[in-house]
């Protein structure tokens, strides 16, 4: 299964991978995904409150409020993708705004020709890289005990 594939390269990995093997895929999907998401959301807590701070409290339209994490499984392959992001994606649609999602987060992210970039997605997961590997690989320890009770 690919969703451990990439684990076989990280330190600490290979008790883990040894009882992974004991599970069902289906199991070892819901355990990983479970740990995922818990993880990422040390980042997702992250940039909320990066992003709150360039949030303008007049507008309706919030950064912050629209940073969610997303998981996704493909059978056919075996991914499993976990991201965090601002709803609504990094394209504008006509419509966003009035539904209260913020188009102007990759601005602020990325910057612009006349704006300096102030970026609060990727420092979120830069600086937390150690606190999500370590909470994944708990979580996920805990998921697996739990499954092959």
Do not use: C
């Amino acid at each position: 299964m690919s969703s451990n594939g990439n684990l076989k390269n990280l330190n600490g990995t290979r008790d883990v991978l040894a009882r992974l093997s004991e599970l069902k895929e289906t199991q070892i999907v819901t355990a990983t995904r479970t740990a995922g998401r818990k993880a990422m959301q040390i980042v997702a807590d992250d940039a909320v409150r990066t992003a709150s701070s360039f949030d303008d409290p007049d507008t309706d339209v919030s950064i912050a409020d629209n940073i969610a994490i997303r998981t996704s499984y493909s059978r056919v392959t075996g991914d499993l993708t976990i991201k965090v992001g601002v709803l609504g994606g990094a394209r504008y649609r006509r419509g966003d705004k009035e539904k209260g999602i913020p188009s102007h987060w990759r601005y602020v992210e990325f910057g612009t020709e006349h704006t300096a970039a102030q970026p609060f997605m990727r420092p979120a997961m830069d600086n937390n890289q150690q606190q999500v590997f370590q909470t994944f690989m708990n979580e996920l320890r805990a998921g697996i005990s739990r499954r092959l009770k």
